[in-house]
């Protein structure tokens, strides 16, 4: 089946989150099952996208696991709430492109008329063409959160279309045309001022970019975050269980409660939202 690219779904369900926690204690599966008291053939059918589980099973789990019990009930549910995520004072457009059985997201940020900021590039330049809003002429400036394929796929061809020749991005020796941006480095681009956060964990090269508007410095920030914070989860740390967790931790708390989050997969969400819900995050 298709993937929605309208109203995308949470990246992670129930079982996605169970098991990226059990990696992060860590726990066998097994071990989890005997540790929480529930039968391990349900907790294998909960990890299988099949879950039964009872609000009492849940909540042994998320004491387990170190989860918010209530976003891990809502989550197992299908009741995950989702805010508006409104407010911001400049222009966001959300490119959603199939990949495999999911949707990987890009960005453009824009402050009105035919130019935009362009974060990561999709799966391809040829869904990244397909998403791309008709009123956006230009770049003014192209930066990535990670190299992964579904995250860069069009970085090349739109280095080229654009003739921007240099994208921002974290450290990395493999592309010549990275301006490489550590931990706190700021970077102006027209109006707005970018503030790039390093947070591997998920990818060995990993950055979040904090965007503000500086000609209207009351409104929300934007967090690009990659892969670090999804909406409900986290990204899987498949560098650093530990790192991912510790820089998600880190980031949330430097962040407004109105702060717009859009991840590289999944739907946006905001700072508040998460810290109440998010099964990683809210205590």
Known sequence: ??????????EDELGDVLEKAARNVPLSIESLALAAKVDY???????????????QEVGRLAAVLNLNEVGLNALAQGLYPLPAATGLTFQL????????????NAY???AGGDSAILFDTGASHAELHRAWPAEIQRLDAVFV?????????????VLRESELGHFHGPPNGRWPECRGLGEGQR????????TAFSTPGHAAEHNCYLVEFATHPAGPALLISGDLIFAGSLGGGYFCCQRQLTHSGRIMGLLADDTVIAPGHGPLTTAANERRFNPFLAR
Request: net charge negative; hydrophobic share 40%; proline share 8%.
């Open 187 to 194: 970077v102006r681009v027209g109006d707005f001022n970018i």
């Open 41 to 55: 053939g349900r907790l294998r059918d909960a990890l299988d996208y099949r879950p039964d589980l009872t609000t």
């Open 108 to 110: 453009l940020v824009s």
């Open 1 to 10: 089946m298709q993937p929605s690219l309208d109203k995308p779904a949470l």
């Open 145 to 157: 959160t990670h190299y992964e394929a579904e995250h860069i796929g069009g970085l090349e061809v």
């Open 93 to 104: 457009h959300p490119l959603r492109m199939p990949y495999g059985v999911g949707v990987a």
